[in-house]
């Protein structure tokens, strides 16, 4: 059995799985605060997201995730506060060809929103000695690193659902799915997050 704390997400702190697109985070190490952007009205933030295309697709897919929280998710949650609540993960998964991002749609940037499982790979499977868990808010979006193996979404909190918009190149291709998607299963309680 593999369990694993759940820590806050930061840019630091995920970099060896992905990219994080946090908008509070990145303004607050800006030097300069000027809105130069859309005559005045905005702060420009450059590449704040690497994204990755291996696969054959040249043209990336935006799909949408309407992701609900498990009963015993579906709970306020407070950032660095660990409640002690135990989830299963019963699925890894990789996409060997391309990153993708997901970009929460409809809560703040105060609230808990879902959390991000993730693992290195080993031989073509998860590594869980790397396997970490982070929580994060309604306002950062995740981008995996091109082959990170990560757990679906899991969405926390007391809303009935969150959307996310997902950024993917998939080449779509009914006689070769693990060209887009790998899965690697688990028994139930073999690997758990403690939240």
Same mark, same amino acid.
């Given at each position: 059995?593999?369990? /694993?704390?759940?820590?806050?997400?930061?840019?630091?702190?995920?970099?060896?799985?992905?990219?994080?697109?946090?908008?509070?985070?990145?303004?607050?190490?800006?030097? *300069?605060?000027?809105?130069?952007?859309?005559?005045?009205?905005?702060? !420009?933030?450059?590449?704040?997201?690497?994204?990755?295309? !291996?696969?054959?697709?040249?043209?990336? *897919?935006?799909?949408?995730?309407?992701?609900?929280?498990?009963?015993?998710? *579906?709970?306020?949650?407070?950032?660095?506060?660990?409640?002690? +609540?135990?989830?299963?993960?019963? /699925?890894?998964?990789?996409?060997?060809?391309?990153?993708?991002?997901?970009?929460?749609?409809?809560?703040?940037?105060?609230?808990?929103?879902?959390? /991000?499982?993730?693992? !290195?790979? +080993?031989? *073509?499977?998860?590594?869980?000695?790397?396997?970490?868990?982070?929580?994060?808010?309604?306002?950062?979006?995740?981008?995996?690193?091109?082959?990170?193996?990560?757990?679906?979404? +899991?969405?926390?909190?007391?809303?009935?659902?969150?959307?996310?918009?997902?950024? +993917?190149?998939?080449?779509?291709?009914?006689?070769?799915?693990? !060209?887009?998607?790998?899965?690697?299963?688990?028994?139930?309680?073999?690997?758990?997050?403690?939240?």
């Amino acid at each position: 059995m593999v369990t /694993v704390v759940a820590e806050t997400l930061t840019k630091e702190s995920f970099e060896e799985y992905g990219t994080i697109i946090s908008p509070d985070e990145e303004i607050s190490r800006m030097q *300069n605060l000027e809105k130069g952007a859309n005559q005045g009205t905005a702060i !420009k933030l450059l590449q704040v997201s690497q994204v990755e295309n !291996k696969s054959t697709s040249k043209v990336p *897919n935006w799909n949408l995730f309407r992701c609900f929280p498990q009963p015993h998710l *579906n709970r306020v949650f407070t950032q660095g506060s660990n409640q002690a +609540i135990s989830h299963s993960i019963k /699925v890894l998964e990789k996409h060997p060809c391309s990153t993708q991002t997901f970009v929460p749609m409809g809560r703040t940037s105060a609230e808990v929103a879902y959390l /991000v499982v993730v693992a !290195k790979e +080993i031989g *073509n499977k998860p590594d869980l000695s790397t396997l970490r868990a982070f929580t994060c808010l309604g306002n950062q979006a995740v981008t995996y690193g091109l082959g990170t193996w990560h757990a679906p979404m +899991i969405v926390l909190g007391k809303e009935e659902h969150l959307d996310f918009s997902v950024l +993917i190149y998939e080449s779509l291709d009914p006689d070769r799915p693990e !060209k887009d998607c790998v899965e690697e299963h688990y028994s139930d309680g073999d690997v758990c997050i403690i939240i």
